[in-house]
T-cell receptor, first 113, second 108 residues
């Protein structure tokens, strides 16, 4: 069974550009969350989507947006990139239920130059 | 506010036992997770506690005290491959708030 898949794996962008990151959850999982992990820190919550509805948003500027599609895959968009946006962007999927764990994808390593 | 504290680094010897502590102060609580993360890789799920007490899974055990806002991850019979970052995360509603991670170095 395929796990959580993210694309691309690595990306280099210039300041001011826009980027779109993609995530496909585990089959049957309807919830997708996005996290930003800066080197040496723990992941920081950006967005959560369930059944195409935004369920939560972390403390990130409006330059960050996301959406979930009918097949439960998701995209994270970041506009007007800053050097500080350089990080590992992780997608996690989970099934409904409080006791269920989150399975993370391998992430997209974004470098802004 | 939300605050999750864990030691930055720990070192241990192969075959030994190590305990990684985590204290938390969060506005909500729906369980505590421990994840292992090797450099450049995704976090992988280790354990989940929602009630007080000890959960054991092979070489790994995790303990929770909700009244004290405290958890620990216990790793037994350490192996070189256990060298990694260990992340403590509290679930609030349906989101996870992570600590900064504890880098564990296992030496021969």
């Amino acid at each position: 069974d395929a796990g959580v898949t993210q694309s691309p794996t690595h990306l280099i962008k210039t300041r001011g550009q826009q980027v779109t990151l993609r995530c496909s959850p585990i089959s049957g999982h309807k919830s997708v969350s996005w996290y930003q992990q800066v080197l040496g820190q723990g992941p920081q919550f950006i967005f959560q989507y369930y059944e195409k509805e935004e369920r939560g948003r972390g403390n990130f500027p409006d330059r960050f947006s996301a959406r979930q599609f009918p097949n439960y895959s998701s995209e994270l968009n970041v506009n007007a990139l800053l050097l500080g946006d350089s990080a590992l962007y992780l997608c996690a999927s989970s099934s409904e239920g409080r006791g269920n764990g989150y399975t993370f994808g391998s992430g997209t390593r974004l470098t802004v130059v | 506010g939300q605050n999750i504290d864990q030691p930055t680094e720990m070192t241990a010897t192969e075959g030994a036992i190590v305990q990684i502590n985590c204290t938390y102060q969060t506005s909500g609580f729906n369980g505590l997770f421990w994840y292992q993360q090797h450099a450049g890789e995704a976090p992988t799920f280790l354990s989940y506690n929602v009630l007080d007490g000890l959960e054991e899974k092979g070489r790994f055990s995790s303990f929770l005290s909700r009244s004290k806002g405290y958890s620990y991850l216990l790793l037994k019979e350490l192996q070189m491959k256990d060298s990694a970052s260990y992340l403590c995360a509290v679930r609030e509603d349906s989101t996870l708030t992570f600590g900064k991670g504890t880098m564990l170095l296992v030496s021969p």
